[in-house]
């Protein structure tokens, strides 16, 4: 079992930043994939960014250009700038081990005036 814990989550006004970071019990190098979920009110969960090496990365449309994973050996990070009201969902950290995919409990990001 691996679990994950995220933090940095908040309440932001559209345009601002917020940095989210995820702590697995681990060192990263550990896992095949790591990146981050997430599940706006409503829809379904939906995979926004990952990297299996940590120099490159996939990031969905919606946040490309404005959001970057990184990560360091004990930690998972995903800056988001440019916020939008659309941005706003639970956020989830994700790794696979073993071939299997583990996720964090969330951290919660909301976007409003």
């Known amino acids: 079992q691996v679990q994950l814990v995220e933090s940095g989550g908040g309440s932001v006004q559209p345009g601002g930043s917020l940095r989210l970071s995820c702590a697995p019990p681990l060192s990263i190098f550990r896992f095949a994939l790591t990146g981050w979920y997430r599940q706006p009110p409503g829809k379904e969960r939906e995979l926004i960014a990952s990297?299996?090496?940590?120099?490159t990365a996939w990031y969905d449309g919606g946040v490309k250009g404005r959001f970057i994973l990184s990560r360091d050996n004990a930690n998972l990070y995903l800056q988001m700038n440019n916020l939008k009201p659309d941005d706003t969902a639970m956020y989830y950290c994700y790794v696979t081990f073993n071939g299997k995919p583990y996720w964090g409990q969330g951290t919660q990001v909301t976007v409003s005036l």
């Open positions: 990297t299996a090496d940590g120099s």
